[in-house]
């Protein structure tokens, strides 16, 4: 299920996922993986989380991957939870990565946590990239451009939900990785990046709904 | 032990005799547990075999003489409440004074200094007063030995309360623990009338047996409903209507305490009744929502007797003595015999005069709770579950608490908390689990063995990291509160107001008014997680829902309430216009009655609504809601949410139910359980107080989610993830065996199934007069479904069209 849209002369699909898919490249494009998230928590002393965040995020991304039959997959930086996590990533996680990654290209784009190549990983590593002349990169800088980082979420009746942001600048992907949180679209951060525009609400079906309007949700018997 | 002449002296003085019970404890010979309602001198009662300890004694040539000098720790004292604690030290402070005694007093909760912590841990006073949660927190500390070493005495206060959350789990291990630190220490329970004295004191019971010290009740309470001019209202209300005669009584006492069963109710009635107070009685509000500095203003005031009324909520079923309380209230059903009690007792602070209390049902169906839980009260008919095996949640917390304060043998911690009254059935392998879990995760992918909390060195079982003993501690306690925003007058240290959930801020946008301390307030921002608000009577304000704070009827009080509606001829114990009600009731519908099973389908507020009357106890009319709403999820009708009360189940949802025959089949309800069971709302909402609990995620800290918002996610994730990849993980056994002591087994809806073999189904026009009180319920369950996509697709598309777009 997803939803098709415009951006800047780039025909764009927003999937139910939360994954963007570029049909005319045959590109798969996701943000902040945080792959290692488990990992990196309990080395630094944190809560021993289930360690299965990895295997949860790769089975959804696998499910994509087996649905699409992408050229590239591209990470939209944050693909790892930190360097360190790279190397310490679980044996049966990084198996997992190099039978999606085989077959085609793998682009890791650096993020905050993941600002190196991720050495002995499938891919290639890249600052930013290029489609159009839509720039790709991690976090929102000089539109048009296409980003992750902020973890985009709304509230839709009575829940939260991840969500891209479609505004006139910037595209901005919701979150993929399995142990992310949100920030609900009407944070003033993401209000300055999209004041105007829509909102696609991941789900079974994504949901479209307008952005930057006075309009308040409707209330009642729930 | 024998009451010293210095403490006849004093007893004299104030004109007192020592009672009876006060004789008793001090005559036991171990640990002990005094049952009495509130009044009659039961703190007194639970230090005055310290005092006495701790007095000089009379020597040889006739004058007193200290014994042998005492340094260190010699009383501990535990209550739930930390305002408690405070109120016990100016109480005791009094008595110790006048006897000349020598005894330093202080009290340590979450509220005592940084500074005056350390200096206790070094040189602890006589009598220290505390919570569980402090204790906790004492015995994690590398100098547990040395502070409670030579501890003599322990007072466990409000005994029954604690023994009814996870909170008398955990001060049962640390009572353990002091034992063993201690050997030969002294226990005393206080508690108020409850069911069953020989549970509670099993459950406080070390190696050896507790002394049950049960003084003569005194007389009757004098209890009766509230007359009336005008009639209960059909439905909610929050007893509005009895407002006039509510200040009249108030007028005739001398102090009263009003209890409403829920926070918002109480916020509402406290409205109400100024509105009404044209002779400005000086009536209070005290709820647990409310900032600490107006809760303790009102303490102030009611202690100083400047207060002839407090209209409060569960907050002030425990504790602060205020003697002049001669009168209470009671608006709302009681929900439990048990509870109706011990709140009447709250109107006996003179030994062996009756207490007051008058009942003010809020609406109908009420007026048969109360009327059914009086003749239970008179009948002496008391109600309560019996208690659960200790939860493993508490005993993960406690075994990593434990290796923060030293490296532990595991053979003899296993052996030390078994002597605890709530895990004396703990088995082995459960404890083992348990200290896996702590140690290494205790998942079944063993990924952490680089990182494990705890090591096994030399046979014994530390942290891996000594600087984790501080997040740990942090993490300390068994109260897993809902998250909650705090509300403040706007403007730079504005003043604080309280907090509401932060579900009831989400659905706040600026310009809305609300309810809150009694005042009305107009939303302005909501920055670093802080509403700022200012007054604003000119709207009609919003009520904040405060889902914590729900009672659960007893099941033994719901059926008392289903032979009153089953029986005409009880019907004549009922006030006129709840007999209007149910011939209403009668008319429209029909009576459910013992033996028929009756559902209703009917349209409300644009969704379709299904109540079927049980009288199961809300936990098994849960249950029945989750699987139901599963086959009305498969069955296409949409199902949006349900709300389950004691006798009754209320499910909305895009369609309507027009033949629950063959959904509410037995077999069919069975074969839901397992899958469904484990995807819905309540277990989700278990599973993150277990979580919490147990260590596997932090508390929130204050401040913590002010800005790395994009960080934290829903322990939902973890929830799933876990019954994905590891469903045989210990945190999800918890979950399970703590859900089934709320949610009940299947059985209770085979037993109401087989109980009712006949069946009837109304459709309806509107609600019927027995469903409208179900519409006001808190408590709503969400069902994450097919109908709820529609609804997320309609909703989307009106603000499309709002926007001029088209989706």
């Known amino acids: 299920m997803s939803y098709g849209f415009d951006f800047h002369g780039l025909q764009l699909q927003a999937r139910g996922s939360g994954a963007l898919w570029w049909p005319d490249g045959r590109w798969l494009i996701v943000a902040d993986l945080h792959l290692g998230k488990s990992e990196r928590m309990?080395?630094?002393?944190?809560?021993?989380?289930?360690?299965?965040?990895?295997?949860?995020?790769?089975?959804?991304?696998?499910?994509?991957?087996?649905?699409l039959d992408p050229v590239a997959v591209v990470s939209l930086g944050d693909g790892f939870d930190d360097m360190a996590a790279v190397q310490a990533l679980d044996a049966q996680v990084a198996l997992r990565l190099a039978a999606l990654a085989q077959g085609r290209d793998w682009v890791w784009i650096g993020g905050n946590h993941d600002p190196a190549a991720p050495l002995g990983m499938p891919g290639r590593a890249l600052d930013s990239l290029s489609l159009g002349q839509v720039a790709l990169r991690h976090q929102a800088g000089q539109g048009p451009d296409i980003s992750g980082h902020y973890h985009p979420a709304v509230r839709l009746a009575g829940e939260r939900r991840r969500a891209f942001l479609l505004g006139a600048d910037h595209l901005i992907l919701p979150a993929f990785g399995a142990y992310t949180g949100g920030l609900i679209c009407d944070d003033p951060v993401l209000a300055a990046l999209v004041p105007r525009g829509l909102a696609?609400?991941?789900?079974?079906?994504?949901?479209?709904?307008?952005?930057?309007?006075?309009?308040?949700?409707?209330?009642?018997?729930? | 032990m024998i009451l010293p002449q210095i403490f006849h002296d004093w007893f004299d003085r104030q004109g007192w005799q020592p009672h009876p019970h006060q004789l008793a404890l001090l005559a036991a010979k171990g640990d002990s547990l005094l049952i009495a309602p509130t009044g009659g001198g039961k703190t007194l009662a639970g230090f005055l075999p310290s005092l006495v300890e701790l007095a000089p004694v009379e020597g040889p040539d006739g004058y007193l003489e200290n014994r042998e000098e005492r340094r260190g720790l010699h009383t501990l004292y535990v209550s739930p409440l930390k305002a408690?604690?405070?109120?016990?030290?100016?109480?005791?402070?009094?008595?110790?004074?006048?006897?000349?005694?020598?005894?330093?007093?202080?009290?340590?909760?979450?509220?005592?200094?940084?500074?005056?912590?350390?200096?206790?841990?070094?040189?602890?006073?006589?009598?220290?007063?505390?919570?569980?949660?402090?204790?906790?927190?004492?015995?994690?500390?590398?100098?547990?030995?040395?502070?409670?070493?030579?501890?003599?005495?322990?007072?466990?206060?409000?005994?029954?309360?604690l023994a009814e959350s996870k909170r008398g789990d955990q001060l049962m291990l640390g009572l353990a623990r002091l034992r063993a630190l201690s050997p030969g220490v002294r226990v005393t329970g206080l508690s108020a009338t409850v069911e069953d004295p020989q549970a509670l004191a099993?459950?406080?019971?070390?190696?050896?047996?507790?002394?049950?010290?049960?003084?003569?009740?005194?007389?009757?309470?004098?209890?009766?409903?509230?007359?009336?001019?005008?009639?209960a209202p059909w439905a909610g209300g929050g007893g509005h209507y009895a407002i006039p005669e509510v200040l009249a009584a108030v007028r005739e006492a001398r102090t009263t305490i009003i209890f409403i069963n829920t926070r918002a109710q109480a916020e509402l009635f406290f409205q109400a009744l100024w509105a009404a107070n044209d002779e400005n009685l000086p009536i209070g509000l005290h709820h647990g929502s409310l900032a600490r500095e107006q809760r303790a203003r009102v303490e102030a005031a009611m202690a100083a007797g400047e207060l002839r009324a407090v209209v409060a909520t569960g907050s002030?079923?425990?504790?602060?003595?205020?003697g002049a309380?001669?009168?209470?209230?009671?608006?709302?059903?009681p929900k439990n015999v048990k509870r109706l009690v011990q709140r009447i007792g709250r109107a006996n602070h003179r030994y062996n005069a009756p207490s007051k209390a008058r009942i003010v049902p809020a609406n109908r169906f009420e007026q048969i709770e109360c009327v059914a839980a009086l003749q239970a009260v008179t009948a002496r008919d008391l109600d309560g579950d019996p208690r659960g095996p200790g939860p493993l949640d508490v005993l993960c917390q406690h075994i990593l608490l434990t290796a923060c304060a030293a490296p532990f043998d595991a053979d003899a911690l296993f052996a030390e908390v078994v002597t605890a009254g709530p895990y004396r059935g703990l088995s082995r392998a459960d404890f083992d689990a348990c200290l896996d879990f702590a140690a290494t995760g205790g998942y079944a992918l063993r990924a952490y063995d680089r990182w494990q909390r705890l090591m096994l060195r030399d046979g014994l079982w530390r942290?891996?990291?000594p600087r984790a003993a501080r997040l740990l501690r942090m993490n300390v306690g068994t109260i897993v509160e809902a998250e909650m925003l705090k509300v403040r007058m706007r403007g730079r240290g504005g003043a604080p107001l309280g907090e509401v959930e932060e579900a009831f801020a989400a659905s706040l946008t600026p310009g809305d008014s609300f309810l809150i301390g009694g005042r009305v307030v107009r939303m302005d921002s909501l920055r670093d997680m802080v509403i700022q608000v200012t007054p604003d009577a000119s709207q009609q304000p919003k009520i904040a829902v405060f889902s914590g704070v729900k009672l659960a009827m007893s099941t033994q009080l719901a059926h008392r309430v289903q032979a009153m509606i089953g029986d005409p001829v009880q019907h004549t114990a009922l006030p006129k216009d709840t007999r209007d009600w149910l011939g209403l009731q009668a008319r429209v519908s029909r009576l459910p009655e013992p033996g028929l099973l009756l559902s209703e389908t009917f349209p409300h507020a644009g969704l379709w609504h299904f109540a079927i009357y049980g009288f199961a106890g809300r936990n098994a009319l849960q249950t029945l809601g989750l699987l139901l709403t599963r086959e009305m999820e498969e069955e296409g009708l949409g199902p949006l949410g349900f709300l389950s009360t004691d006798y009754a189940l209320l499910v909305w949802?895009?369609?309507?139910?027009?033949?629950?025959?063959?959904?509410?089949?037995?077999?069919?309800?069975?074969?839901?359980?397992?899958?469904?069971?484990?995807?819905?709302?309540?277990?989700?909402?278990?599973?993150?107080?277990?979580?919490?609990?147990?260590?596997?995620?932090?508390?929130?800290?204050?401040?913590?989610?002010?800005?790395?918002?994009?960080?934290?996610?829903?322990?939902?994730?973890?929830?799933?993830?876990l019954r994905k990849y590891d469903p045989d993980h210990l945190m999800l056994r918890v979950t399970a065996d703590e859900a089934g002591r709320g949610l009940v087994d299947f059985g209770r809806i085979e037993e109401m199934l087989a109980r009712s073999p006949r069946r009837e189904h109304r459709v309806l026009e509107r609600v019927s007069p027995l469903a409208a009180p179900l519409l006001l319920e808190v408590g709503r369950v969400p069902i994450r479904g097919e109908g709820r996509e529609r609804l997320a697709q309609i909703e989307a598309d009106a603000l499309m069209r709002e926007a001029g777009l088209v989706a």
């Open chain 2, 84 to 161: 408690l604690t405070a109120d016990i030290a100016r109480n005791l402070g009094r008595p110790v004074a006048e006897l000349g005694l020598d005894i330093r007093i202080e009290d340590r909760t979450g509220d005592t200094g940084s500074a005056q912590r350390r200096r206790q841990r070094v040189d602890p006073p006589h009598v220290l007063l505390t919570t569980p949660e402090s204790l906790a927190l004492m015995l994690s500390y590398p100098e547990a030995p040395a502070i409670f070493g030579g501890l003599r005495r322990v007072v466990l206060d409000e005994l029954h309360a």
């Open chain 1, 200 to 222: 696609i609400a991941c789900g079974t079906r994504p949901v479209v709904m307008p952005l930057g309007l006075a309009a308040r949700p409707r209330r009642g018997w729930r």
């Open chain 2, 202 to 231: 099993g459950f406080m019971a070390g190696a050896a047996p507790v002394e049950i010290v049960e003084p003569d009740p005194g007389p009757d309470p004098d209890i009766a409903m509230l007359p009336t001019a005008a009639p």
């Open chain 2, 316 to 322: 002030l079923d425990l504790g602060i003595d205020w």
């Open chain 1, 42 to 67: 309990a080395r630094r002393g944190g809560p021993l989380l289930p360690p299965y965040e990895g295997l949860a995020t790769l089975d959804r991304l696998g499910a994509e991957i087996a649905a």
């Open chain 2, 463 to 465: 942290l891996r990291d």
């Open chain 2, 653 to 721: 949802s895009l369609d309507p139910v027009r033949d629950p025959a063959p959904l509410i089949d037995a077999a069919r309800l069975r074969a839901g359980l397992g899958d469904w069971l484990g995807e819905n709302a309540v277990m989700k909402r278990t599973f993150r107080n277990v979580a919490v609990v147990a260590g596997l995620i932090q508390r929130n800290m204050p401040g913590a989610r002010k800005s790395g918002r994009q960080a934290t996610f829903s322990s939902d994730i973890l929830y799933d993830t």
């Open chain 2, 325 to 333: 309380v001669d009168l209470v209230i009671q608006v709302g059903a």
